[in-house]
């Protein structure tokens, strides 16, 4: 007797490494297997779910990036000529601590101000910047990032773009955002000898990375505000990266088993794709291969043995009125 409701499971275990093309960050696996679709028979027709169950990531994805977040700009009264500005990077990598990140911006700007440049830096400062957090315990500022002119010469000012506005327009925009790391909102602020420290409003932000989105093909079921509109998405997966980091990878385990369960959106998965993304939708610029395992279960509705003899015992599909 078939009954009423069938299900199967598959165990897909898979690897970026496996990928027929793309990177380890985002990436397509086709298997070749025209036969790994969904059973469409059964009376009332099936459906198939996808759940992931576990997930492994290298936890070494740089926190500052080229030409994605390592760019500011300053200028300032010595500053001259068509572009009286300037814009520095620091360097790409995996900032640990403030420290490391608090030297890097210093080094940047006493570099280039420490240098006469042509016409649009015409002779260099006097005075040097110091960027550090601020170890006062008891201070409300306590671990805030103070920007400090150290003997500066007469008249000498600097202005620092972290965030959105830049030297070239107030309301323009920066895309290469830097604020948000270091802990500003403020366009432009500004240093000279007669406020000879500066104290930035927020604490510094180093965990570029603190949630995870796992984006697949086969996803359908999940919805997201993009533009202001609710639609839905092919995220299969989001999780806080804090609560899965492990030594030197980030490890996703699924003990919850309906929790991220959600209908696919084809009955075929001979090919998926897979992307790893913030919370922004960037791909995380991981080092090395993900390694995954995903569940895809289906559900067969049957026709019931005796549906047949339901139907000839309905009063309303008899013809009786033909008699």
């Known amino acids: 007797m078939a009954l009423p409701l069938q299900t199967t499971k598959t165990w897909l275990n898979l690897s970026s490494g496996d990928r027929t093309s793309g990177t380890s960050n985002n990436f397509i696996i086709q298997m070749n297997n025209g036969g790994l679709t969904n059973n469409n028979a059964g009376y009332f027709g099936s459906k198939s779910f996808v759940n992931p169950i576990f997930m492994s990531f290298p936890n070494n994805a740089p926190n500052i990036r080229t030409d994605f977040n390592n760019v500011f700009y300053i200028s300032g009264n010595k500053f001259a000529g068509t572009t009286p500005y300037a814009m520095l990077t620091i360097p790409e990598g995996v900032y640990q601590n403030i420290g490391q990140l608090t030297t890097a911006v210093q080094s940047a700007v006493n570099t280039y101000i420490g240098t006469t440049h042509g016409t649009t830096l015409p002779t260099a400062y006097t005075g040097t910047?110091?960027?550090?957090?601020?170890?006062?315990?008891?201070?409300?500022?306590?671990?805030?990032?103070?920007?400090?002119?150290?003997?500066?010469?007469?008249?000498?000012?600097?202005?620092l773009y972290f965030y959105t506005g830049t030297p070239i327009s107030f309301v323009s925009t920066n895309p290469l955002n830097f604020?948000?790391?270091?802990?500003?909102?403020?366009?432009?602020?500004?240093?000279?000898?007669?406020?000879?420290?500066?104290?930035?409003?927020?604490?510094?932000?180093?965990?570029?990375?603190?949630?995870?989105?796992?984006?697949?093909?086969l996803a359908r079921s999940t919805l997201e505000i993009e533009n202001g509109i609710l639609s839905t998405s092919t995220i299969l997966v989001s999780f806080p990266t804090a609560n899965f980091v492990v030594n030197d990878q980030i490890l996703f385990t699924n003990n919850n088993p309906t929790l991220y369960r959600q209908e696919m959106n084809t009955s075929n998965f001979d090919s998926i794709q897979i992307s790893i993304c913030d919370k922004n939708g960037n791909l995380i610029p991981i080092s090395g291969e993900v390694d995954l395992s995903i569940l895809i279960e289906r559900e067969q509705y049957n026709e019931p043995i005796n549906l047949n003899r339901i139907k000839d015992q309905n009063p309303y599909s008899a013809d009786m009125f033909y008699q």
């Open 179 to 217: 604020g948000l790391i270091i802990g500003t909102d403020e366009n432009v602020f500004t240093i000279d000898a007669t406020t000879t420290a500066h104290t930035l409003p927020y604490l510094p932000n180093l965990a570029v990375y603190d949630i995870i989105q796992v984006k697949c093909n």
């Open 129 to 159: 910047i110091t960027v550090a957090s601020n170890t006062t315990t008891n201070d409300l500022n306590y671990n805030k990032i103070v920007f400090t002119f150290v003997s500066p010469g007469s008249g000498e000012t600097l202005n």
